[in-house]
């Protein structure tokens, strides 16, 4: 009997500490777990951060819907939220909008306005953009945030009316304030993004000397080589408009060459392609107006070798050809002939010893002269 009084108040303690610890796994585990996301192994908002960072945005993503889901909320998961949501309305209303409701006062509030505003910009909405970028300017001062709204903010005045605004002094208002962040700038790429912009935005007011400037300095400084296709193709429409269709032509020709696949490169190949076009045009009514032959043998050299560039059953389409071809220098002629019963002119090019010599200059024109997309060589000595 004592034995068992005594064993009694041992369990009875035993018990007693034994649901105590099991109260607090259960009542501490789930709080920790809710104050501290990277608890025994739950979603982190930094690594969700960091998957962001490398571009994982779908697995960013199911990690921050994981944190909201067990109700994990903060202006940093709502915000980085909204970054990794794919359709903008929904990235607003339902997560850029909860940061400035709930969380003022958070360093993350400006950064969604801010994001906010971008959306107002994309969609046109010029005025309502403008405000949000001068709420975010004025409360971020100096800061590298609040440099880029006074950059945006100065992008809605240019564009408040359309992109082909004739409002040319709501174009000058923001043309002044992107020239002050410009002064400003401490972020190279910001200073390069408002260079490019004040020199476009000099093209549109027909002033290409500003034009020019202002991208010569994005070309001279080498921390801005991102934007450097953009100047150059800039400084080659100044040129254009100055008439300067040398300078024009070979800056064009630097950006096709050197940037082939960016929307520079795409805009270079086609001017230069419609320049080709109406400077041989030029050429062929100079010699139509001259009354020049389309037959000229000068310059044709000597062999029974030639290249063929073509054959048309219009005799105008022949003489248009070779027009073309004698206009960008080739020595190009057409001769006559029937091939059962059917008459064909032929347009060749050259006169050459040997078929491989006739066949590499062939090769060398096809590739120079957007005309001749094919050729074949002829022996003229077999008629």
Known sequence: MKSGAVLAPVQGRCYVIAM?????????TPVSGRQDPGYQGSPSITAARDLYDRAHYNEARAMLDALIAAGTRSAEILYYRGLVEPDNSIAIDRYFIQVLNRYPSSGYADQARFRIAQWHYNSGLYIAARRNFSTVAWRQGDSPLGQEARYWRGMT???????????????????????????????PDLLGMAHISIAEIS?????????????????????????????????????????????SRALHQIVRNRYPDTWEGR?????????QER???ARIDTMRATGTPATGTEGMGEGNWTVQVGSYR??????????????????????SGRVNRVLYIRVFV??????????????TLRNASAWVPDFVLVDLSRG
Request: glycine share 6%.
């Open 20 to 28: 105590l610890l099991l109260m607090t796994l259960t009542v501490t």
């Open 157 to 187: 005045w240019i564009y408040s009316l359309g992109a082909s605004s004739v409002d040319t002094d709501s174009v000058r208002v923001g043309l002044r304030r992107i020239k002050q962040v410009a002064r400003n700038a401490t972020n």
């Open 203 to 247: 093209l549109q007011l027909g002033e290409p000397d500003s034009t020019l400037w202002y991208a010569q300095e994005v070309l001279e400084a080498p921390y801005l080589e991102d934007h450097h296709p953009r100047a150059l193709s800039l400084q080659a429409k100044a040129y254009d408009l100055q008439n300067n269709l040398e300078q």
């Open 267 to 275: 805009q270079a190949r086609e001017w230069l392609s419609e320049d």
């Open 279 to 281: 400077t041989v045009q």
């Open 314 to 335: 219009e005799m105008k389409n022949a003489t248009d050809m070779v027009l073309r071809l004698t206009g960008e220098g080739y020595p190009a002629w057409h001769e």
């Open 350 to 363: 050259g006169r050459f010893p040997t078929r491989a010599e006739a066949n590499a200059y062939g090769r």
